[in-house]
């Protein structure tokens, strides 16, 4: 099997650690490896496949970091045609922006990405519903 080496910040590399033991992980490559199989399936739902959706996107940030907030705002304008909505919040000492998309999953797919590999950025979370099945649904 080929090495890989990855740079971490400490405390990322701790929580590892951490992790690996408490769930008695073989050590950190079968936590990373299982996390690159967990990323790169993540959007596979078959449910999803060729649906009309919302999904709803948070990225959290530390407060007082332009370039991060630039970042984002640019992230928001490049996918202009599936935000519905934006609101930019501060939380604590962070920043928490909150995005409402009406998409597809692939272009949905791809704003996460994009968002997780802004430098800085700490948490995407994001929750999805298929539009398609709203119609479907019994009335009360």
């Known amino acids: ?7 971490m910040p400490e405390e990322l590399l701790e929580r590892l650690d951490a992790h690996a033991a408490a769930h008695e992980y073989t050590g950190r490559s079968e936590v990373v490896r299982e996390s690159a199989r967990s990323l790169l399936t993540e959007f596979e739902d078959e449910r999803f496949e060729d649906a ?43 920043c928490l922006d909150l995005f409402v998309l009406e998409t597809e999953l692939e272009e949905i797919s791809s704003f996460v990405g994009k968002l997780r590999a ?23």
Request: with cysteine; proline share 4%; hydrophobic share 40%.
């Open 118 to 140: 802004v430098d800085g950025v700490e948490n995407v979370d994001y929750s999805l519903v298929s539009l398609d099945t709203v119609d479907q649904l019994p009335e009360n």
């Open 52 to 94: 009309h959706l919302a999904g709803t996107v948070s990225v959290l940030y530390d407060f007082g970091t332009p370039c991060i907030e630039r970042r984002v705002t640019e992230l928001r304008h490049e996918f202009d045609a599936a935000v519905a909505a934006n609101d930019h919040s501060h939380v604590d000492d962070y």
């Open 1 to 7: 099997m080929p090495v890989v080496s990855v740079s």
